[in-house]
Each structure stands twice: as C-alpha cells, then as structure tokens.
C-alpha cells in the first residue's frame, strides 16, 4: 500500500496570507496525485488532478506541484471559503489518501 | 449538474449486515465507473471499492475483501454497496464517486452515515 503524509496536521493563516500543504508518498506516484478540500459535511471536491492541473471551476489562487513522491499544494491569497480540511490522493496504484491537513483562520 | 445521492446508512449490530444505494444524475452514468470511499469520523478518506463501468469488474483493499460487494445497475443510474459481518472499525460515512478516465475522483456524493453499535 502506498502511504501518504500530509503536513502540517494544522495550518493557522490569516486571511489574505498565503497557504503551503505539504505531501509525501511512500513510493513514487508519478503525477498521479490529487487534491481535495472538504468542509463539514459535505463530500470531497476536487481541486486539483495530475498534481498541478486544477479542475473545472477551481479559481487561480489555487496550484499544485511535485511529481514522484514530493508534492505541495498552494494558495495563495486566502479568502473566507477556503478554511477548511485538505486531502491528498494518490490514484497510480490503487487510491490511497493522506490524513489531511486543516486550514484553519489565524 | 452532477448529483450523486447516498441513501441507506443507519445504526447495525455487529456482525450485521447493510446495503447502501447510490443515486446518479446530470451525467452519463453507465460510461464511467464508480467508487465507494469511507471516511471515520477524525480520519482521511478510505477507498473501499469501484467497479468498471459496465459491472463487470471489481476490486476492494484486503479490509473488506469478502465481505462489501460492489454492484451497480445501469438502468436505474444507481450504485450499491452491500456490506456483512460489520465491525465497529466499519463505522463511517460512506461517499460514493465518479472516476475520471485518468483514474482519479471527481465527483462525491454527500456521504452515508453507518453507525455499528449494539
């Protein structure tokens, strides 16, 4: 099974400031990774696919990076709706998640 | 819109069994195959199974192999999930998802909330 970390598990950021959420596969993924943002109760919503392309009506403050095992997911200027939980993805062997980190308002 | 409706969950005994439906509109369903994925409260999300687009494949990690059947019917644009011999460790909210043609998820449902408790 192809593990993912996420880190921090917690991010404090004021509005306006820019986020970075780390991710780390166990073994290469390729760039066969994704991210998610879910806020609560609600599903998963896709951001991002092939670690840097964001998905269909996903505003550009939002951007991926890494390839391999390193990835890292940015925005860069924080607005009110983007506190919430992230999760990363891998789907090159199976699909597996990371435990997520939270973004929450500082 | 895409709209996908988990229906089903609620509270079993251990060692119960429970089936959980999956209602999909705003796109073709019968193209695409689909995804369940738990999520324990506190925890990330968990694939659980998916099935190609016509049913007639399906996979599932070690921790409910022989026990969750994934099924679907194309006429209906409805996804099931049948689970037995539950355990407290099954406890959680069940989404069901669309697969993209590259594999990853795009849509999710807004979750199934299965209780296991005596």
């Known amino acids: 099974e192809i593990v993912m970390t996420q880190s921090p598990a917690t991010l404090s950021v004021s509005p306006g400031e820019r986020a970075t959420l780390s991710c780390r596969a166990s073994?290469?993924?390729?760039?066969?990774l994704a991210w998610y943002q879910q806020k609560p109760g609600q599903g998963p919503r896709l951001l991002i696919y092939?670690?840097?392309t964001r998905a269909t009506g996903i505003p550009a403050r939002f951007s991926g990076s890494g390839s391999g095992t390193e990835f890292t997911l940015s925005i860069s200027s924080l607005q009110s709706e983007d506190f919430a939980l992230y999760y990363c993805?891998?789907?090159?062997?199976?699909?597996?998640f990371g435990q997520g980190t939270k973004v929450e308002i500082k | 819109q895409v709209q996908l409706v988990e229906s089903g969950g609620g509270v079993v005994q251990p060692g119960g069994s429970l089936r959980l439906s999956c209602t999909a509109s705003?796109?073709?369903?019968?193209?695409?195959?689909m995804h369940w994925v738990r999520q324990a409260p506190g925890k990330g999300p968990e694939w659980v199974a998916v099935?190609?687009?016509?049913?007639?494949?399906?996979y599932y990690p070690d921790s409910v192999k022989g026990r969750f059947t994934i099924s679907r019917d194309n006429s209906k644009d409805s996804l099931y999930l049948q689970m037995h011999s539950l355990s407290a460790e099954d406890a959680a909210v069940y989404y069901c998802?669309?697969?993209?043609?590259?594999?990853?998820?795009?849509?999710w449902g807004q979750g199934a909330l299965v209780t296991v408790s005596s």
């Open positions: 998802a669309t697969e993209a043609p590259e594999k990853f998820l795009k849509y």
């Open positions: 705003g796109f073709s369903f019968r193209s695409y195959a």
């Open positions: 099935i190609s687009f016509d049913g007639s494949n399906q």
């Open positions: 073994q290469s993924v390729r760039s066969n």
């Open positions: 092939g670690a840097s």
């Open positions: 993805q891998q789907y090159n062997y199976w699909w597996t």
